[in-house]
Structure formats: C-alpha cells, structure tokens
C-alpha cells in the first residue's frame, strides 16, 4: 500500500507537534526546523514512512521562506531521517540514524542470578604495582603538597590565542599527523630550547615526545629491556620509578646515594652486568644533591663498559635557582648511551601530560619503529600549540619569571621555618627544585613519632610526605618534604605557623 501524499492534514501535524521557529535565536530558521523534526522522528511523534507535507504548504504554515523547509529537509535526508520517494513526496525513513547508536536493553532473565565473584581484576604482580601508589591529594595547593607546580601564574591568555590560532582552521597536515616520533615543529623547538638553555646539542631527529617523563621511561623499559634484566636505583626513589620496574618484570637494584648522587662503584660491586641504571643527576629526588662530574663519568664509563642504558631523568633542572648547573649527563655521553627524559608537568602545569626523550639518531629510528607498534602517539591537540608556545619565546619568559617566584617562595619558607620550627624541624635550603628536604630534631622525636605528626597534620589540612616513602625497603627516618611551588608567600607563612602550633600542644612525655 502506497503512501498517502501530503497536504493541509500532513502540516498541520506540524503544528501540533509544536514546531516553531525562534526568529530572535542565533540558530539559523532551517537548522532550528531540522532539529525539531529530528526530535519529532526520535521520539516516536512521527512514525516510518509518514509523508512530509510539502515545502509550500509547511513554510505557510511556519511563515518562513521555502528555501528554509528544503535546507531542512535536505539537511534530514542527508542524517538518514527522510527518505525520496519517486513521484511522491518525502517521507519518515524506516530506520532513523538513532537505531544504530542505542543498542536494546537485554530482556531480564528468569533464571537464578549468578552470585558475583569476589575477586579483582588485578593480578598478583599487578597488586604488588598498586601498592606503589602515591596517595593524591583532592585539591591543590595544599601545604606542602609536593610536586604541583603554581598554575596560577601561567599565561593561560597566551596559551588559549595559540590553541585557536592552531585549531580555528587547523591544517591537514596537523590533522593527520601520525609520526610515532610526534609533531615535527614540536620536536625541533624541544631541540632548540635543549640546546639553547640545557646546553644539550641535539635536532629533531634526536627528540620522541611522550605523554610525561614517566611514559617515557615506561616506553624503553618496555622496548629495550627484557623481563628479568637488574636495573639500577637510586636507593630513595620515586615511587613510580618502583611500579615502573616491577610492571616491566626487572629486577631493581638498589644502589646507595651519599653527597655526590648515585656512587656507581657499589652499583657495579651489587650488579656489574644490570642493562639499565635510573638517575636524577641534575637534582636527586627527593635528597636533592647533584651528582658531581666525577660520579657522572665515572657512571658512563660503565656504561659503555658494559653496554647498558643510562635513563637520565631531568625532571626540574629548569628550576635552579643560583649558580650554574652543571650539563646534562647526555651532553658528556660519546657513546649514545645516555637516553635524557624530560618533562613539561613541573613548568607548565601537570595536566598537560606532555613529555620527551632524547636518544641518538640511530636508536630512534629502532625505537619509534617499536613504539608505534604498541603506542603510536600521544594526542596532537596540544603538540602545536606546545611547539608555538616555546619558537615565540613565551616558554622561556614563564620560566624566568617562575624561577623568580619559586625563589621567594623557598626563601619565605625557610624564614618562617627558622623563626617557628627551630628546635622541632630543621629544613634545609637547596639551590634547585620545587621541595625542601627537612628533619625532626631529636627533641621532637621524643615527643611524638613521624608518622603520628604526619596524621596529626593531615587532620589540620598540611600534608607532610615521609622521606621513608621514597625508600623500597621503608626505612626509618626522621626527614620530611615541604613542598613551597604551589603555595602563595602568605600562605607558607601560616602553615608553617600551624604546624609550629600543632606542634607545641603535643603533651611532653612523662
């Protein structure tokens, strides 16, 4: 049985549908039409094969122009609405495009449920990773959170003119952009900014960009290791560092730090044939000494000895604050087997996720070549707006002036921790980073213990982070962290006078 064709009856179904049209919208007439009759068709008002009224009598009806009902029935049509219909006019397709997103929902089964298994999802090594876990805090700018740089502070105006400039009109080539090495003009401005202001000489063929300073130490433990191999730590750590090496299936060899960073003679006498050592020469986190020239040569000598990799993670050396540091552990490599991870989650802001590797030539192209297998590439959206962001200078402006701020931030910390915390913690000053290092006097240990302060402060909204949490082995220790980045002048000031307070009401022992 054929359709029946439109006429008055078939508009004035419209009408009672309660199609209008809002003439003072910024919507356009036919967009605002389609949408409706869309929702008309969804919702079961106008059922598969209704004929539409024709463009004549249904722009008569809403007093607007013919050629707004045929945008709109066209703009239908080309959804999968409306359907043609030779000699005849429009009608309601049989099948609307929402049928193929929303799945049916499954019929309730009479059968008696199936208990659910109390189980998880992870596996045994799996629980052993999680435990590695650092406990985040819900908020920011918490005292003294460590490791959030002040987001306040960055020119989000900038950011956003170059994010529209990139994306309002973006070309094609952006847009399709596949390289498993990431964005090209991203990568030479990494180059140029490393070779410029890290004293790192390198191109674009050198630079992989990541999703963070960790994704890419993940990605070579995945690619260039094999499970079992020993692989040196730094004996205090970050924790990811631990997961990392034991998601991997390595085995991690401790090795001990003293005041010239990583003493590589214990690390040859642990594991002289390990394939990888992890390092944090330009600040060790979280003890904060920089590994003098002499361990840095020394470390590379086994390296090539031995051919292993050394993972040079460089996660704050943009944030010295006098003096000059010392190059980077990858410019002194002759042997290519220093791999420099870099990040921009302490200078720009943590969200980004945005990191990356420098390797020699030649292992790039083994290595993009494997990544791209299993990874391919991180997001493109920001990769753009990050390689602008540095080629016009504003990266090394924010770094200038966080630098200054930084600095004024740990001078107001420790001013405040000497003139209330004397004779309880001792903080100590460093030339580099984002946190302060400090330790509970003996006075205060027979007070209260470390960890019962930590839970007593918690409860007064400071975090205090246990230097014994950067240990594998847990060890006792009377050392804190404060970390000062994410925390106005003012408010280091009055935590510090908190925690003093909190401090001075713990009861003596009898």
């Not at 419209?14 to 919702?43: K, M, N, T, V, Y």
């Not at 019929?107 to 208990?115: F, H, I, L, Q, R």
């Not at 002040?150 to 003119?161: K, L, N, Q, R």
């Not at 030339?431 to 409860?459: C, E, N, W, Y």
Request: glycine share 8%; with cysteine; hydrophobic share 45%.
């Amino acid at each position: 049985m054929s359709a029946r064709p439109a006429g008055d009856a078939g508009a004035s179904l419209f009408i009672l549908l309660g199609l209008s049209l809002d003439r003072g919208s910024e919507q356009p007439l036919a967009d605002q039409l389609s949408a409706q009759i869309a929702a008309a068709i969804s919702r079961g008002g106008l059922a598969a094969g209704t004929p539409m009224p024709s463009t004549r009598i249904l722009a008569s009806e809403l007093n607007c122009s013919r050629n707004t009902v045929k945008a709109a029935f066209e703009k239908l049509i080309a959804e999968g609405y409306l359907v043609g219909v030779a000699r005849m006019n429009t009608v309601v397709a049989e099948r609307i495009p929402d049928s193929y997103f929303f799945a049916e929902a499954p019929t309730a089964s009479k059968e008696a449920p199936v208990p659910k298994a109390k189980t998880t999802i992870l596996s045994a090594r799996g629980l052993r990773i999680s435990r590695h876990r650092r406990q985040r805090c819900p908020q920011s700018a918490r005292p003294f959170e460590v490791g959030h740089p002040e987001s306040g502070e960055f020119p989000f105006a900038i950011w956003t003119d170059l994010y529209r400039s990139h994306w309002s009109d973006p070309r094609r080539v952006v847009v399709d952009s596949a390289d498993p090495r990431g964005y090209l003009p991203l990568r030479a401005a990494i180059a140029q900014y490393l070779s410029t202001m890290r004293g790192l000489a390198c191109d674009a063929d050198d630079v992989i960009v990541t999703g963070g300073g960790f994704h890419g130490m993940d990605l070579f433990m995945r690619l260039a290791l094999e499970p079992g191999d020993a692989v040196w730590i730094e004996e205090a750590t970050a924790r990811e560092v631990y997961a990392m090496v034991e998601a991997n299936g390595l085995v991690p060899v401790d090795v001990p730090i003293d005041e010239q960073g990583m003493i590589v003679s214990e690390g040859i006498r642990r594991a002289p044939h390990a394939r990888m050592a992890i390092v944090t020469p330009a600040h060790q986190h979280p003890l904060g000494m920089t590994m003098s020239l002499a361990r840095r040569r020394e470390l590379l000598q086994w390296a090539a000895t031995a051919q292993s990799w050394v993972l040079e993670d460089d996660y704050d050396g943009e944030f010295r604050y006098t003096g000059t540091p010392l190059a980077t552990l990858k410019s002194l490599d002759q042997d290519g087997r220093v791999v420099y991870i870099g990040t921009f989650s302490k200078s720009i802001f943590p969200s980004l996720r945005m990191g990356y590797m420098v390797m020699n030539p030649g292992l790039v192209t083994d290595f993009s070549a494997a990544r791209d297998a299993i990874d391919n590439h991180p997001s493109i959206l920001e990769q753009p707006v990050m390689a602008s962001f540095i080629g016009r200078g504003h990266f090394a402006t924010h770094l200038r002036r966080m630098r200054q701020v930084y600095r004024e931030r740990q001078g107001a910390l420790l001013v405040a921790a000497r003139e209330c915390l004397s004779g309880s913690i001792e903080i100590q000053p460093d030339v580099t980073g984002l946190h302060l290092l400090g330790f509970m006097t003996p006075q205060l240990l027979g007070r209260i213990s470390l960890d019962a302060l930590v839970t007593k402060a918690a409860k007064a909204g400071i975090i205090l982070v246990p230097l014994k949490d950067f240990y594998r082995d847990g060890r006792d220790s009377a050392g804190l962290l404060f970390g000062f980045s994410s925390l106005p002048v003012e408010l280091i000031r009055d935590a510090v006078e908190t925690l003093a307070a909190l401090i001075a009401a713990t009861p003596v022992p009898e």
